[in-house]
């Protein structure tokens, strides 16, 4: 017997299969690794909240860990990004021929030239 | 004086931290049978007494009636952002011709504690075309899809100023 709560259940599943889409389609068409996990990181967090909330619908007896999933999902996903994109930086991959402005590579360049510039005075 | 207060404040964070884990568990296994239950505090006791970090969603958490109202908001703001950033990676992936302008800015946050900060570099990544690439102190260096200017109080007016509002109030 399907309800108007179950067309619901599906509606938000196919949303969220949708967006988990255009996320992987972002990853293929974005020009550099940075865009790329912008990609990655908005869509997944979003497809896949509403794919949980899709299945709470489905299965409302799953409520609780659904709500447990999700709430690691919205603290991890954002963090692991981060630290991605902060590796990236560090260990200096190519940026896309875009970019406009990197003010960090700016600012690590400022405290590098000063430590050289100390080490040569002292 | 100032050990007994430290003290004071140990016991505290470790006991909310016994209580967080305890209640993660609950919600893990869904029931409240006493096995399970005895178990469960069993685990949360020996990993609180082991581990005491300080760090948790609520130690640096104004427990204050104005502070949730503010954490009720801040939700609601970003779950509103983060379908709005949905939607505009959306047409920007969509769209044949690819218009980004990426960049990578500095913004500044007025924010003092740490667990604030975090919050507020994670939701800076989960809205509209931004994703923060490192954390220095008050400085954020935020990674922009497209770059609309490179003065610093303009930027940290558009990316930063709508989440802090509701972060300061929270957690300081």
């Keep these: 017997m399907t309800s108007f709560v179950d067309y619901l259940g599906g509606l938000l599943l196919v949303a969220g299969a949708s967006f988990l889409f255009l996320g992987g389609l972002g990853i293929v068409r974005m020009p550099d690794l940075f865009n790329r996990i912008q990609a990655g990181a908005k869509t997944t967090t979003l497809g896949t909240l509403l794919i949980l909330l899709g299945a709470g619908f489905l299965h409302p007896e799953w409520g609780f860990k659904l709500l447990l999933i999700g709430l690691f999902l919205l603290f991890t996903n954002p963090l692991s990004s981060q630290v991605l994109a902060r590796a990236a930086h560090r260990v200096g991959i190519e940026k896309s021929s875009k970019t406009t402005v990197d003010m960090l590579a700016k600012d690590l360049a400022k405290t590098k030239d000063l430590a050289d510039n100390g080490r040569e005075s002292s | ?172």
């Excluded at chain 2, 178990?39 to 007494?49: D, E, H, K, N």
């Excluded at chain 2, 609309?148 to 100023?161: G, H, L, N």
């Design chain 2, 1 to 172: 004086m100032q050990t007994r207060s430290k003290l004071k404040k140990n016991i505290r964070d470790r006991a909310v931290l016994f209580v967080t884990l305890l209640l993660f568990w609950i919600m893990l296994n869904g029931t409240l049978a006493i096995d399970s239950l005895i178990v469960g505090i069993f685990v949360s006791l020996s990993i609180t007494l082991l581990f005491c970090s300080g760090l948790s969603f609520f130690t640096e958490f104004r427990a204050t009636p104005k502070a949730f109202a503010a954490g009720l908001f801040y939700y609601a703001y970003f779950f509103k952002e983060l379908v709005k950033s949905n939607f505009k990676l959306a047409a920007i992936i969509l769209s044949p011709s690819l218009p980004i302008k990426p960049g990578i800015v500095k913004v500044r946050t007025r924010l003092k504690s740490k667990m604030g900060r975090l919050m507020l570099a994670n939701s800076i990544t989960l809205t509209p075309g931004t994703l923060t690439v490192e954390l220095d102190g008050e400085w954020l260096y935020v990674h922009c899809v497209t770059v609309d200017s490179t003065d610093i109080e303009e930027v940290t007016t558009q990316i930063v100023a709508g989440f802090e509002s509701y972060l300061e109030v929270m957690y300081g």
